[in-house]
């Protein structure tokens, strides 16, 4: 105390104190300054918000869904089935609520990094308010196909509290529903219900029975009374929802379709240009979709230049496909395809380091791996696939010998040279491996322009690089690269009503020289399975982003390579206009909407 107090009455130390203050006052300033820097690569002043935000979402998706237990598990599970109308209320709820959040929050204040999380959760939250009000809009259409469904609603409803039921009177309820149900079949007429609405009501269908079933599990086997009472009536409902399935799923229909149509027995649904252009707004694409058109176009007569000079160089003059014939009928022996991909990868990554182009991490290096196709996938994957991994497609025992040699044509090492860095490093696999470690809150914001634009990118800089030295590497890489184009082709015309599914196979196998059950592969995938209507747009367009950028920002020497290519890796696989955005340090404002125009379509190629 005494010395406490001496040093308090000392001016000499309170000085000493100050001057040592002003000494240390620099590096805490410092410190502070550099922390931001360090932070903003995994959150934002929007972290919290993005936070609560995605757990309340997630919080009614699975409170307001069914639990099913999958085979082979012990444990009941969530299962996210089409959304009943009280989950997609208490959606719409929590959306909105989000939405005058944001309104109070201090736009102008925040980060680059804060701002453009601010613009991805505003996109995400009017989006989904969109969909589901869609999706409600599409209820009230089909509704009077479903005169029962509000009522296993409601007993699954019952589920989720655990309410004491009477075992009689459930049964008597499934009964008059089991009636009710075979009823809406018996009055069900195919005209005047379109095939999305048809979609829908199956996907409705599915989710009731799923629904039904967890109402069922939870009391069957505990309850006496349930048990003594429900099973045989529960049996006769599933049956009855299981019959109406089966009669929307329109066998009759589809062999009606593969033989008047001729599209291969591919139903899909066109969304049309209206739906287009929405989707292109959010997706932060300021062009319509003829403008698209003319990019693809514009871009094709490239790959049609450097293939004719390909061809040339191989002796074959004008005549491309038998210059891609040769370089078709270049597959490698039976066995040995593991081992091309992993020499292709290796060349890949050589040609990368010798150039200067990116830093690969060593651990994503050594964890790549490979798993062989299933001839049931390589139906609708007639190629590679990746990810964590590549899913190598290759011919198998049990094909016809068909599809065997169209499987090893189409997966020859030249064609091949373009996919395996596609799939691996730097592509997919490398996504996975940087988008878990930086900001991976932005999950929810991913965008196929980001996903498929960042490996096609590297397919565009590694051949203006010369990364294929022969015209038959090139061949192989323009094959792609035509294909992408294609994509773009031939989705646009089918979601805008003007190609059939055939024409956009015949249009594959003619322009690009695919074989045909590739090429009918690659548009059942497109048109049958969940892909977006934008999904195969986005490979080619998200690459001319990236690249355009690289032009702006590489190309300028504001940044090297490797530094560009990191930058754009820690935005993780948002909207690449908000990555220019972020890079750029660009100005932003709380009604921030897509502007980059990021092709020159007036200048010649």
């Not at 068909?402 to 090893?408: A, G, I, N, T, V």
Request: net charge neutral; glycine share 6%; hydrophobic share 40%.
């Amino acid at each position: 105390m005494y010395i406490k107090n001496v040093l308090k009455g000392s001016r000499f130390f309170r000085g000493l104190l100050c001057f040592s203050y002003l000494l240390v006052l620099p590096f805490f300033v410092f410190a502070q300054q550099q922390i931001p820097a360090s932070l903003y690569e995994q959150t934002s002043e929007m972290g919290t918000t993005m936070a609560t935000y995605q757990s309340d979402i997630a919080a009614i998706e699975d409170f307001y869904s069914p639990f099913i237990t999958y085979p082979g598990s012990l444990y009941q599970r969530i299962a996210h089935v089409y959304k009943s109308p009280e989950q997609r209320k208490r959606l719409l709820e929590v959306n909105r609520n989000y939405s005058e959040q944001l309104k109070t929050l201090n736009f102008d204040v925040f980060s680059i990094y804060g701002k453009i999380d601010y613009l991805l959760l505003k996109k995400e939250i009017s989006a989904n308010v969109h969909l589901l009000t869609i999706e409600s809009s599409k209820e009230k259409v089909i509704s009077k196909f479903l005169p029962f469904a509000q009522e296993i609603y409601l007993l699954e409803k019952q589920r989720r509290r655990g309410d004491r039921l009477q075992g009689i009177e459930v049964a008597g309820q499934m009964n008059r529903l089991t009636a009710d149900v075979y009823l809406a079949i018996k009055n069900f007429k195919l005209q005047g219900i379109t095939e999305g609405d048809k979609r829908d009501l199956q996907k409705v269908l599915s989710g009731l029975k799923t629904r039904l079933n967890s109402f069922y599990v939870f009391y069957n086997g505990f309850d006496p009374n349930f048990t003594w009472w429900v099973p045989k009536p529960y049996e006769s409902l599933d049956k009855a929802l299981t019959d109406y399935e089966r009669l929307l799923s329109g066998k009759e229909d589809e062999l009606q379709s593969i033989t008047e149509a001729n599209n291969y027995g591919i139903k899909g649904l066109p969304v049309g240009k209206a739906e287009l252009e929405r989707q292109l707004q959010t997706e932060f694409i300021p062009y319509s979709p003829e403008d698209l058109i003319k990019i693809a176009e514009k871009e094709f007569a490239f790959c049609d230049a450097e293939l004719l000079k390909a061809s040339k160089e191989m002796g074959f003059g004008a005549d491309w496909k038998q210059a891609q014939e040769k370089v078709k009928n270049s597959y490698v022996p039976l066995g040995e395809q593991p081992a091309l991909i992993v020499k292709l990868q290796e060349e890949a990554l050589s040609f990368i380091k010798a150039n200067n182009l990116m830093e690969i991490p060593a651990l994503a290096n050594e964890t790549w791996g490979m798993v062989m196709m299933s001839p049931e996938r390589q139906l609708v994957n007639p190629f590679f696939t990746g990810g964590k991994e590549i899913s190598i497609s290759y011919p198998t025992n049990t094909m016809t010998q068909e599809d065997k040699l169209m499987s090893m044509r189409g997966n020859n090492p030249y064609f091949s040279r373009g996919t395996v860095q596609h799939e691996l490093l730097p592509g997919h696999h490398l996504q996975y491996y940087m988008n878990s470690r930086f900001k991976n809150y932005r999950s929810m914001f991913t965008t196929p322009f980001s996903v498929e634009g960042w490996p096609l990118y590297w397919e565009l800089l590694l051949y203006e690089k010369g990364f294929a030295k022969t015209p038959e590497e090139r061949i192989g890489m323009l094959f792609w690269r035509m294909h992408r184009c294609a994509r773009i082709l031939f989705s646009l015309n089918y979601h805008l009503d003007k190609w059939t599914p055939k024409q956009c196979v015949d249009f594959l196998v003619d322009r690009v020289g695919h074989e045909r059950a590739n090429a009918e592969g690659e548009v059942r995938r497109s048109f049958q399975g969940d892909y977006s209507p934008l999904y195969q747009v986005a490979y080619m367009l998200g690459g001319l982003q990236i690249t355009a950028l690289r032009h702006e920002l590489v190309d300028s020497g504001k940044m090297t390579f490797p530094a560009f290519h990191e930058a754009v890796m820690k935005e993780n696989l948002i909207p690449v206009e908000l990555i220019r955005a972020t890079l750029t340090n660009q100005v932003l404002t709380r009604d921030f909407t897509t502007q980059w125009k990021f092709y020159n379509l007036s200048n010649p190629k």
